[in-house]
């Protein structure tokens, strides 16, 4: 298990529904993979590279703002994952 702190962008209008949206992209992955099978872990970062680049082209606004909002949204995201801490999970019965 790891404890990542996201910090938020500025322009955050409902931290609580970025929240829930990436709990259910997760379990989307998850659900998947779990109907279809193994797939390589460059495949699903493929897969979410294209999803997020599609969306960012959804934006009424110029390709280069999207794409440098897209390239720092993931980049501050990628350095909180850096920074996390990792617990391992305790076994046995509760």
């Known amino acids: ?3 990542i702190e996201f910090p ?3 322009d955050t209008v409902d931290p ?3 929240g829930q949206l990436v709990s259910t ?11 279809v099978g193994e797939m390589s872990n460059g495949d ?14 959804m934006i009424h606004a110029s390709q280069d703002l999207t794409e440098a909002i897209a390239k720092e949204l993931v ?9 996390a801490t990792h617990h391992e999970a305790k076994a046995g019965l509760a």
């Open 44 to 57: 699903v970062l493929q897969a979410l590279a294209m999803a997020t680049a599609v969306r960012a082209r």
């Open 75 to 83: 980049g501050i995201a990628l350095g909180a994952v850096a920074e």
């Open 16 to 18: 609580v529904r970025v």
């Open 25 to 35: 992209l997760l379990q989307a992955i998850e659900r998947d993979l779990d109907v």
């Open 1 to 3: 298990m790891f404890d």
């Open 8 to 10: 938020l962008h500025n």
